[in-house]
Protein backbone atom coordinates (compact mmCIF):
# COMPACT_ATOMS: atom_id res chain seq x y z
CA UNK A 1 0.00 0.00 0.00
CA UNK A 2 1.30 3.67 -0.92
CA UNK A 3 1.32 6.04 1.61
CA UNK A 4 0.95 9.88 1.68
CA UNK A 5 2.99 12.46 1.40
CA UNK A 6 3.79 14.91 3.63
CA UNK A 7 4.85 18.61 3.37
CA UNK A 8 5.69 21.17 6.11
CA UNK A 9 5.77 24.89 6.15
CA UNK A 10 4.78 24.97 2.08
CA UNK A 11 6.95 22.63 1.03
CA UNK A 12 7.61 23.69 -2.35
CA UNK A 13 9.41 20.62 -3.88
CA UNK A 14 6.08 18.61 -3.03
CA UNK A 15 4.01 21.34 -4.64
CA UNK A 16 6.36 22.02 -7.74
CA UNK A 17 4.43 19.64 -9.92
CA UNK A 18 1.31 21.96 -10.07
CA UNK A 19 3.77 24.98 -10.57
CA UNK A 20 5.07 23.25 -14.18
CA UNK A 21 1.37 22.07 -15.23
CA UNK A 22 0.54 25.59 -14.72
CA UNK A 23 3.51 26.51 -16.72
CA UNK A 24 3.35 23.71 -19.56
CA UNK A 25 0.30 25.22 -20.26
CA UNK A 26 0.02 26.53 -23.81
CA UNK A 27 -2.26 29.21 -22.79
CA UNK A 28 -0.17 30.10 -19.89
CA UNK A 29 3.28 30.29 -22.66
CA UNK A 30 0.74 32.79 -24.45
CA UNK A 31 0.32 35.31 -21.30
CA UNK A 32 3.69 35.43 -21.00
CA UNK A 33 4.50 36.54 -24.49
CA UNK A 34 1.74 39.14 -24.30
CA UNK A 35 3.16 40.19 -21.07
CA UNK A 36 6.78 40.26 -22.66
CA UNK A 37 5.35 42.18 -26.12
CA UNK A 38 3.66 44.79 -23.78
CA UNK A 39 -0.22 43.88 -24.27
CA UNK A 40 -2.61 43.04 -21.80
CA UNK A 41 -5.89 40.96 -21.68
CA UNK A 42 -8.75 39.07 -19.73
CA UNK A 43 -7.99 35.56 -18.43
CA UNK A 44 -10.75 33.47 -17.71
CA UNK A 45 -11.10 30.36 -15.46
CA UNK A 46 -8.89 30.64 -12.41
CA UNK A 47 -10.44 30.28 -9.46
CA UNK A 48 -10.07 30.07 -5.86
CA UNK A 49 -6.16 29.73 -4.41
CA UNK A 50 -5.47 29.25 -8.48
CA UNK A 51 -5.05 32.89 -9.12
CA UNK A 52 -2.14 32.90 -6.36
CA UNK A 53 -0.36 30.11 -8.10
CA UNK A 54 -1.27 31.87 -11.28
CA UNK A 55 0.43 34.89 -9.65
CA UNK A 56 3.59 32.73 -8.27
CA UNK A 57 4.22 31.38 -11.81
CA UNK A 58 4.67 34.92 -13.63
CA UNK A 59 6.84 36.02 -11.07
CA UNK A 60 9.49 33.68 -11.89
CA UNK A 61 9.47 34.61 -15.46
CA UNK A 62 9.23 38.40 -14.98
CA UNK A 63 11.49 40.52 -15.65
CA UNK A 64 11.38 43.32 -13.15
CA UNK A 65 8.70 42.72 -10.61
CA UNK A 66 4.76 41.86 -10.52
CA UNK A 67 1.99 44.01 -8.75
CA UNK A 68 -1.24 42.20 -7.88
CA UNK A 69 -4.41 44.26 -6.94
CA UNK A 70 -7.35 42.47 -4.98
CA UNK A 71 -10.79 43.82 -4.52
CA UNK A 72 -11.02 43.82 -0.70
CA UNK A 73 -8.48 43.71 2.34
CA UNK A 74 -9.40 40.40 3.52
CA UNK A 75 -9.04 38.42 -0.06
CA UNK A 76 -5.40 40.51 -0.06
CA UNK A 77 -4.15 38.67 2.62
CA UNK A 78 -5.37 35.65 1.52
CA UNK A 79 -4.05 35.83 -1.35
CA UNK A 80 -0.55 36.18 0.38
CA UNK A 81 -0.81 33.08 2.26
CA UNK A 82 -1.79 30.94 -0.79
CA UNK A 83 1.12 32.48 -2.79
CA UNK A 84 3.42 31.56 -0.01
CA UNK A 85 2.33 28.02 -0.41
CA UNK A 86 3.33 28.32 -4.10
CA UNK A 87 6.78 30.19 -4.28
CA UNK A 88 9.66 31.21 -2.02
CA UNK A 89 9.61 34.61 -3.63
CA UNK A 90 9.02 37.48 -0.90
CA UNK A 91 5.30 38.88 -0.93
CA UNK A 92 4.83 42.87 -0.15
CA UNK A 93 1.83 43.52 0.85
CA UNK A 94 0.61 47.36 1.00
CA UNK A 95 -1.92 47.27 3.78
CA UNK A 96 -5.09 49.66 3.91
CA UNK A 97 -5.67 51.56 6.51
CA UNK A 98 -8.14 51.91 9.01
CA UNK A 99 -8.80 55.73 9.42
CA UNK A 100 -8.10 58.09 7.29
CA UNK A 101 -6.03 61.43 8.04
CA UNK A 102 -5.66 64.50 6.39
CA UNK A 103 -1.89 64.43 6.91
CA UNK A 104 0.51 61.07 7.58
CA UNK A 105 0.61 60.29 11.00
CA UNK A 106 3.85 58.71 13.04
CA UNK A 107 1.57 56.80 15.58
CA UNK A 108 0.25 55.08 12.67
CA UNK A 109 1.35 51.51 12.68
CA UNK A 110 -0.69 50.74 9.50
CA UNK A 111 0.92 54.09 7.74
CA UNK A 112 4.16 52.92 9.03
CA UNK A 113 4.02 50.02 7.02
CA UNK A 114 3.03 51.55 3.87
CA UNK A 115 5.78 54.28 4.20
CA UNK A 116 8.42 51.67 4.58
CA UNK A 117 7.01 49.80 0.97
CA UNK A 118 7.15 53.59 -0.33
CA UNK A 119 10.35 54.80 0.64
CA UNK A 120 11.78 50.95 -0.55
CA UNK A 121 10.11 51.80 -4.05
CA UNK A 122 10.94 55.55 -4.17
CA UNK A 123 14.58 54.08 -3.67
CA UNK A 124 14.54 52.05 -6.78
CA UNK A 125 14.48 48.82 -5.24
CA UNK A 126 11.74 46.94 -6.60
CA UNK A 127 10.10 44.07 -4.61
CA UNK A 128 9.48 40.86 -6.50
CA UNK A 129 5.32 40.64 -5.68
CA UNK A 130 3.50 43.36 -4.42
CA UNK A 131 0.26 42.91 -3.59
CA UNK A 132 -2.64 44.86 -2.07
CA UNK A 133 -6.32 45.73 -2.25
CA UNK A 134 -8.47 48.46 -4.36
CA UNK A 135 -9.36 49.94 -1.05
CA UNK A 136 -5.57 50.31 -0.28
CA UNK A 137 -4.40 51.61 -3.25
CA UNK A 138 -7.24 54.77 -3.46
CA UNK A 139 -5.96 55.83 -0.12
CA UNK A 140 -3.70 58.54 -1.58
CA UNK A 141 0.25 58.72 -0.76
CA UNK A 142 2.87 61.48 -0.60
CA UNK A 143 4.36 62.03 -4.10
CA UNK A 144 7.30 59.53 -4.69
CA UNK A 145 9.74 62.27 -4.72
CA UNK A 146 8.40 63.99 -1.26
CA UNK A 147 9.41 60.74 0.21
CA UNK A 148 12.56 60.09 -1.50
CA UNK A 149 13.57 63.51 -0.53
CA UNK A 150 12.45 62.77 2.93
CA UNK A 151 14.79 59.56 4.06
CA UNK A 152 17.26 59.25 6.19
CA UNK A 153 19.89 57.05 6.65
CA UNK A 154 22.07 56.77 10.19
CA UNK A 155 25.45 55.07 10.41
CA UNK A 156 27.53 53.78 12.94
CA UNK A 157 30.96 56.27 12.83
CA UNK A 158 28.76 58.99 10.91
CA UNK A 159 28.13 62.11 12.98
CA UNK A 160 24.49 63.34 13.93
CA UNK A 161 23.21 66.81 13.78
CA UNK A 162 20.74 65.61 17.05
CA UNK A 163 18.92 68.94 17.20
CA UNK A 164 18.35 69.02 13.22
CA UNK A 165 17.36 65.40 13.82
CA UNK A 166 14.72 66.25 16.20
CA UNK A 167 13.19 69.30 14.19
CA UNK A 168 12.89 67.20 11.32
CA UNK A 169 11.02 64.60 13.78
CA UNK A 170 8.64 67.31 15.35
CA UNK A 171 7.80 68.77 12.09
CA UNK A 172 6.34 65.60 11.52
CA UNK A 173 4.67 65.45 14.65
CA UNK A 174 7.09 62.92 17.15
CA UNK A 175 6.53 63.73 20.36
CA UNK A 176 8.88 64.12 23.41
CA UNK A 177 8.79 61.53 25.59
CA UNK A 178 10.57 60.15 29.24
CA UNK A 179 10.19 56.49 27.63
CA UNK A 180 9.75 55.29 24.41
CA UNK A 181 6.74 53.22 24.20
CA UNK A 182 4.79 53.84 20.56
CA UNK A 183 5.87 54.34 17.17
CA UNK A 184 6.36 58.54 16.70
CA UNK A 185 8.17 59.12 20.04
CA UNK A 186 11.50 59.97 20.69
CA UNK A 187 13.95 60.26 24.01
CA UNK A 188 16.54 62.04 24.58
CA UNK A 189 18.77 61.26 27.98
CA UNK A 190 22.04 62.89 27.73
CA UNK A 191 24.24 61.17 24.70
CA UNK A 192 21.44 58.39 24.26
CA UNK A 193 18.47 58.99 21.58
CA UNK A 194 16.01 57.01 21.40
CA UNK A 195 13.54 56.64 18.13
CA UNK A 196 10.54 54.54 17.50
CA UNK A 197 9.70 55.39 13.62
CA UNK A 198 6.51 53.78 12.54
CA UNK A 199 8.56 51.65 9.85
CA UNK A 200 9.63 50.00 12.63
CA UNK A 201 8.30 47.33 14.87
CA UNK A 202 10.91 48.30 17.72
CA UNK A 203 12.45 51.35 18.68
CA UNK A 204 16.27 52.26 17.81
CA UNK A 205 18.13 53.74 20.48
CA UNK A 206 21.31 55.77 19.09
CA UNK A 207 24.58 56.27 21.76
CA UNK A 208 26.51 59.58 20.54
CA UNK A 209 29.90 60.27 21.99
CA UNK A 210 29.45 64.19 20.98
CA UNK A 211 28.07 63.82 17.46
CA UNK A 212 29.86 60.92 16.55
CA UNK A 213 27.39 57.80 16.89
CA UNK A 214 29.20 54.76 18.75
CA UNK A 215 26.35 52.42 18.17
CA UNK A 216 22.53 51.31 16.99
CA UNK A 217 20.73 48.93 18.84
CA UNK A 218 17.18 47.38 18.85
CA UNK A 219 15.20 48.28 21.80
CA UNK A 220 13.01 45.62 23.16
CA UNK A 221 9.65 47.45 24.44
CA UNK A 222 9.52 45.43 27.64
CA UNK A 223 12.65 46.09 29.07
CA UNK A 224 13.90 49.38 27.80
CA UNK A 225 17.32 46.85 26.53
CA UNK A 226 18.97 46.52 23.67
CA UNK A 227 18.64 43.10 21.70
CA UNK A 228 20.26 44.12 18.23
CA UNK A 229 23.52 46.06 17.32
CA UNK A 230 23.14 47.58 13.85
CA UNK A 231 25.17 49.24 11.61
CA UNK A 232 22.78 51.62 9.64
CA UNK A 233 19.68 52.53 9.48
CA UNK A 234 16.86 53.92 7.23
CA UNK A 235 13.62 55.57 7.55
CA UNK A 236 11.41 58.46 6.44
CA UNK A 237 10.13 61.63 8.04
CA UNK A 238 7.61 62.79 5.79
CA UNK A 239 6.64 66.78 6.68
CA UNK A 240 3.37 66.93 8.29
CA UNK A 241 2.09 69.21 5.27
CA UNK A 242 3.23 67.41 2.48
CA UNK A 243 0.75 66.61 -0.07
CA UNK A 244 -1.42 63.70 -0.40
CA UNK A 245 -2.14 62.93 -3.85
CA UNK A 246 -0.11 60.10 -4.93
CA UNK A 247 -0.80 56.53 -5.45
CA UNK A 248 1.11 53.60 -4.92
CA UNK A 249 0.99 53.32 -8.39
CA UNK A 250 3.21 56.22 -9.01
CA UNK A 251 6.19 54.03 -7.82
CA UNK A 252 6.66 51.15 -9.73
CA UNK A 253 8.45 51.42 -12.97
CA UNK A 254 6.47 50.67 -16.12
CA UNK A 255 8.13 47.06 -16.99
CA UNK A 256 6.55 45.98 -14.02
CA UNK A 257 3.61 42.86 -15.00
CA UNK A 258 0.59 43.61 -13.24
CA UNK A 259 -2.74 41.30 -12.50
CA UNK A 260 -5.74 42.41 -11.58
CA UNK A 261 -8.07 39.93 -9.81
CA UNK A 262 -11.64 39.50 -10.23
CA UNK A 263 -11.99 42.95 -12.32
CA UNK A 264 -15.73 43.05 -11.66
CA UNK A 265 -15.56 42.47 -7.76
CA UNK A 266 -12.63 45.18 -7.78
CA UNK A 267 -14.90 47.49 -9.14
CA UNK A 268 -17.92 46.60 -6.99
CA UNK A 269 -15.64 47.09 -3.75
CA UNK A 270 -14.20 50.38 -4.72
CA UNK A 271 -17.86 51.48 -5.51
CA UNK A 272 -19.28 50.39 -2.24
CA UNK A 273 -16.07 52.01 -0.56
CA UNK A 274 -16.26 55.39 -1.40
CA UNK A 275 -20.05 55.40 -0.61
CA UNK A 276 -18.91 55.12 2.47
CA UNK A 277 -16.63 58.19 2.97
CA UNK A 278 -18.08 60.89 4.67
CA UNK A 279 -17.04 64.57 2.49
CA UNK A 280 -13.89 64.79 4.75
CA UNK A 281 -12.14 61.80 4.24
CA UNK A 282 -12.78 61.55 0.46
CA UNK A 283 -10.07 64.65 0.19
CA UNK A 284 -7.48 61.71 1.07
CA UNK A 285 -8.56 59.43 -1.61
CA UNK A 286 -7.83 58.89 -5.27
CA UNK A 287 -10.98 58.56 -7.75
CA UNK A 288 -11.19 54.97 -9.41
CA UNK A 289 -11.58 56.67 -12.99
CA UNK A 290 -7.77 57.78 -12.22
CA UNK A 291 -6.63 54.42 -11.11
CA UNK A 292 -7.55 53.39 -14.01
CA UNK A 293 -5.94 55.69 -16.35
CA UNK A 294 -3.00 54.93 -14.67
CA UNK A 295 -2.77 51.58 -14.59
CA UNK A 296 -2.86 51.82 -18.52
CA UNK A 297 0.79 52.49 -19.13
CA UNK A 298 1.49 48.49 -17.46
CA UNK A 299 1.03 45.25 -19.46
CA UNK A 300 -1.77 44.12 -17.12
CA UNK A 301 -4.16 41.06 -17.04
CA UNK A 302 -7.07 40.61 -15.62
CA UNK A 303 -8.17 37.21 -13.98
CA UNK A 304 -11.54 36.38 -13.96
CA UNK A 305 -13.26 32.82 -12.65
CA UNK A 306 -16.19 33.45 -15.35
CA UNK A 307 -15.88 35.96 -17.73
CA UNK A 308 -19.73 37.99 -18.37
CA UNK A 309 -21.72 36.88 -21.14
CA UNK A 310 -20.51 40.47 -22.56
CA UNK A 311 -16.90 40.13 -22.28
CA UNK A 312 -14.25 37.85 -24.40
CA UNK A 313 -11.76 36.16 -22.62
CA UNK A 314 -8.26 36.09 -24.55
CA UNK A 315 -7.19 33.15 -22.95
CA UNK A 316 -8.44 30.16 -21.05
CA UNK A 317 -6.37 28.52 -18.22
CA UNK A 318 -9.50 26.00 -17.17
CA UNK A 319 -9.53 26.04 -13.83
CA UNK A 320 -12.13 24.42 -11.80
CA UNK A 321 -13.79 24.62 -8.35
CA UNK A 322 -13.49 21.58 -5.98
CA UNK A 323 -16.78 19.94 -5.61
CA UNK A 324 -18.13 20.89 -2.38
CA UNK A 325 -17.72 18.30 0.33
CA UNK A 326 -20.45 17.69 3.21
CA UNK A 327 -18.04 17.47 6.09
CA UNK A 328 -19.67 14.75 7.72
CA UNK A 329 -16.72 12.63 8.70
CA UNK A 330 -18.73 9.55 7.53
CA UNK A 331 -19.48 10.45 4.34
CA UNK A 332 -15.50 12.11 3.40
CA UNK A 333 -14.06 9.39 2.27
CA UNK A 334 -16.72 8.36 -0.24
CA UNK A 335 -16.79 11.70 -1.67
CA UNK A 336 -12.85 12.19 -1.83
CA UNK A 337 -12.54 9.07 -3.91
CA UNK A 338 -15.80 10.04 -5.65
CA UNK A 339 -14.36 13.53 -6.65
CA UNK A 340 -10.67 12.40 -7.06
CA UNK A 341 -11.11 9.41 -9.76
CA UNK A 342 -7.46 9.60 -11.20
CA UNK A 343 -6.35 13.11 -9.52
CA UNK A 344 -3.66 13.80 -7.14
CA UNK A 345 -4.77 15.36 -4.53
CA UNK A 346 -2.98 18.01 -2.31
CA UNK A 347 -4.79 18.70 1.12
CA UNK A 348 -3.43 21.98 3.21
CA UNK A 349 -3.30 21.77 6.68
CA UNK A 350 -2.85 24.36 8.87
CA UNK A 351 -1.39 22.44 11.63
CA UNK A 352 0.54 19.25 11.71
CA UNK A 353 -2.05 17.91 14.29
CA UNK A 354 -4.43 18.31 11.78
CA UNK A 355 -2.65 16.67 8.91
CA UNK A 356 -1.98 13.79 11.42
CA UNK A 357 -5.72 13.46 11.87
CA UNK A 358 -6.64 13.18 8.60
CA UNK A 359 -4.26 10.83 7.35
CA UNK A 360 -5.83 8.88 9.81
CA UNK A 361 -8.73 9.66 8.79
CA UNK A 362 -8.33 9.33 5.15
CA UNK A 363 -6.29 6.25 5.29
CA UNK A 364 -8.62 3.55 3.97
CA UNK A 365 -9.57 5.74 0.99
CA UNK A 366 -8.55 4.31 -2.81
CA UNK A 367 -6.95 8.45 -3.00
CA UNK A 368 -4.79 7.46 -0.10
CA UNK A 369 -4.10 3.94 -0.57
CA UNK A 370 -2.94 4.80 -4.63
CA UNK A 371 -0.39 7.07 -3.35
CA UNK A 372 -2.43 10.25 -5.17
CA UNK A 373 -2.73 11.77 -2.02
CA UNK A 374 -0.08 14.71 -0.66
CA UNK A 375 -0.55 16.80 3.05
CA UNK A 376 1.16 20.40 3.27
CA UNK A 377 1.01 22.06 6.53
CA UNK A 378 -0.05 25.77 5.26
CA UNK A 379 -2.52 28.46 4.88
CA UNK A 380 -5.70 28.29 1.57
CA UNK A 381 -8.36 30.49 1.15
CA UNK A 382 -9.67 27.99 -1.30
CA UNK A 383 -9.42 25.06 -4.06
CA UNK A 384 -9.12 24.59 -7.32
CA UNK A 385 -8.89 21.73 -9.67
CA UNK A 386 -6.30 21.50 -12.89
CA UNK A 387 -8.54 19.49 -15.05
CA UNK A 388 -5.25 18.98 -17.40
CA UNK A 389 -2.88 18.19 -15.13
CA UNK A 390 -5.35 15.90 -13.65
CA UNK A 391 -4.38 17.85 -10.14
CA UNK A 392 -6.54 18.78 -7.00
CA UNK A 393 -5.23 21.07 -4.15
CA UNK A 394 -8.15 21.92 -1.39
CA UNK A 395 -8.16 23.06 2.11
CA UNK A 396 -8.63 20.74 4.74
CA UNK A 397 -11.54 23.33 5.88
CA UNK A 398 -13.29 22.43 2.83
CA UNK A 399 -13.13 18.97 3.55
CA UNK A 400 -15.11 19.60 6.96
CA UNK A 401 -16.65 22.31 5.74
CA UNK A 402 -14.88 24.96 8.68
CA UNK A 403 -14.26 28.59 8.43
CA UNK A 404 -10.74 29.24 7.58
CA UNK A 405 -9.13 31.55 10.15
CA UNK A 406 -6.71 34.06 8.72
CA UNK A 407 -3.55 35.43 10.88
CA UNK A 408 -3.18 39.09 10.78
CA UNK A 409 0.16 39.65 12.45
CA UNK A 410 0.29 43.41 15.00
CA UNK A 411 2.66 44.60 16.98
CA UNK A 412 1.82 45.39 20.29
CA UNK A 413 3.15 47.70 22.39
CA UNK A 414 4.47 46.31 25.96
CA UNK A 415 4.81 47.78 28.77
CA UNK A 416 8.05 49.77 29.30
CA UNK A 417 10.29 49.60 32.41
CA UNK A 418 9.62 52.70 35.18
CA UNK A 419 13.02 53.56 36.26
CA UNK A 420 15.83 54.22 33.77
CA UNK A 421 18.45 52.99 36.78
CA UNK A 422 17.36 49.68 35.75
CA UNK A 423 19.00 49.78 32.82
CA UNK A 424 23.06 48.37 32.70
CA UNK A 425 25.88 49.67 30.34
CA UNK A 426 25.39 48.22 27.09
CA UNK A 427 21.57 48.44 27.19
Not at 226 to 248: G, H, I, K, M, P
Request: charged letters at 25%; glycine letters at 8%.
Amino acid sequence: METAEFGVGGDLELLRPIMERLQAHREFCRIVECFRSGNGGQIDGVVGAGAALFAAAIAEVAPRGVFVVLPSARSALGFCDDFQLFSAVAVTHFPRLDRIQAHLSPDDEIAGERLKILRTLACHDIPPVVVTSIEALVQAVPAPNDVRNSVISIEVGNSLEVSQLLKTLGEWGFRSVPTVAMPGEFSLRGGILDIFSPEWSSPLRIELFGDQIESLRRVDLETQRSVERLERVTFAALNRQCDLSATLIDYLPEDVWVILVQPDAIDETAREYFQKLDPEADRGHVPMSQIWVKCERFSAVELWDLMPESGAASFHLGMKTVERFSGQIDRIQSELDAGSEGDTVYVVCPTRAEIARLDELLRNTKTHREGRLRFVEGRLTAGFRLPEGQLIVLGSHELLQRTPRQMVPRRVASRPIGDFLDLRVGD
